[in-house]
């Protein structure tokens, strides 16, 4: 792979620089090569949550397929299924179409798909030998999943309120009956997502509805002899792990939670499992991007290079965390908070005692890695010391 003047942060007005020769020459990202904002990615820091989630996954009798969706970084994805991963979970079938070119063996994708192009391919691919699933909540789900043909499905439940899925058990066993009935169908399982909902009671409740469900449809003798069973975002994985585990060895147990491989320093730092669960985790934060301060106009306010196109926004603001002078010196961000972006400045509240002032470089963390990835194309793996060892191409 080779970076040129399209890779944001990388300073290459003339030729080109292949990832190869960069990770070979481990270069300071302020060594003069790389410009400002840039977002990097810790090596260390994801190396851990990988290792972490996996172990998690073991001790509860969990198979894992981390929504790829959260990075769509083939070297990330590559890293979680050497890690033991069982698949791959995407929303789209655009995504799907990615992992499959990625060679990626096995696909959930955690969504309504009812494209006549996309299931026509998805068929094609299933017939050719790929495993791929996807979900259903409706009988026009089915009916255009059967027309289509090769297709394994999971019905979904969902929650009122919430985003797909039937909202009770009498459709969701109706919606199972069709898709059992339904020529080119595989009825594989029973899919939902938790992630929306406010406290522990509804997050349980939600769960043992869905427990419910499978021993209703297996009871029915609409589910295979061992069903799949899949749920869980990144802030309630433990209460997946509580209330569906008790479905194995009956079921295969399937956890999704994505965000989990960078973790971050806002929405997922406060929500994390493991601030709940003694002994358990934990999470390390691995993005954080780099902006240079432009200018201090009047006390008590800076600006830094860095806005709504670099950085997520839309679960919380960048939280700054270091100051880097331009002699290198370095020092806590204590003082300094971000009150509000625009699309390339962000407005820093500068406390009495904190100085900071044009040309300094402010390290932020960010909230909701999600939205953070699909605004660069190449980022940068560094060390601790902040000399890049690799780059991450992602595909947004």
């Not at 919606?175 to 406010?198: F, I, M």
């Not at 493991?274 to 691995?286: D, H, N, S």
Request: net charge negative.
């Amino acid at each position: 792979m080779a970076l040129d003047w399209r890779s944001k942060g990388f300073w290459l007005p003339h030729g080109t620089w292949k990832a190869e020769q960069i990770a070979a020459e481990r270069p300071s990202i302020f060594d003069g090569g790389f410009t400002w904002p840039l977002m990097v990615v810790r090596h260390a820091a994801v190396e851990a949550n990988i290792a972490t989630m996996a172990a998690y996954c073991r001790r509860h009798g969990f198979d894992f397929a981390p929504h790829a969706k959260t990075t769509m970084a083939p070297g990330l994805i590559e890293a979680q299924l050497r890690a033991g991963a069982w698949g791959m979970t995407v929303a789209t079938a655009n995504q799907a179409l990615v992992l499959r070119r990625l060679g990626v063996e096995r696909v959930l994708i955690a969504n309504q798909v009812l494209d006549p192009t996309a299931l026509r391919w998805l068929a094609a691919e299933t017939a050719a030998g790929w495993e791929v699933y996807f979900q259903v909540d409706s009988g026009a789900g089915v009916r255009a999943a059967a027309a289509a043909g090769h297709a394994r499905v999971l019905v979904e439940l969902g929650h009122p309120g919430g985003r797909t899925g039937v909202r009770t058990l009498d459709q969701l066993e109706k919606v199972a009956r069709a898709a059992v009935a339904a020529s080119g169908v595989e009825l594989v399982g029973v899919t939902g997502y938790e992630g929306q909902l406010a406290d522990r009671s509804g997050v349980d409740a939600f769960l043992d509805q869905l427990v419910a469900g499978v021993d209703r449809l297996s009871e029915a003798a609409l589910l295979p002899e061992r069903p799949l069973v899949s749920a869980g975002g990144s802030a309630w994985f433990d209460r997946v792990a509580d209330r569906l585990g008790g479905l194995s060895p009956r079921a295969r147990l399937v956890l999704r939670s994505g965000a989990s491989v960078t973790h971050d320093d806002g929405f997922y730092r406060e929500r994390t499992p493991f601030a709940r669960i003694p002994g358990e985790g934990p999470l390390a934060a691995a993005l954080e991007i780099w902006a240079q301060v432009l200018s201090a106009p009047e006390p008590g306010l800076a600006l830094a290079g860095m806005g709504k196109r670099d950085a997520p926004f839309d679960e919380g603001l960048p939280v700054p965390l270091g100051i880097r002078r331009a002699n290198g010196a370095t020092r806590s961000a204590d003082g300094l908070r971000v009150t509000r972006l625009n699309d390339h400045h962000t407005y820093l509240e500068v406390a009495d005692g904190c100085e900071v002032g044009p040309g300094d470089l402010v390290r932020f963390g960010i909230s909701h890695p999600c939205t953070a990835f699909d605004k660069w194309r190449d980022i940068p793996v560094v060390d601790e010391e902040r000399r890049v060892v690799d780059v991450l191409h992602t595909y947004f």
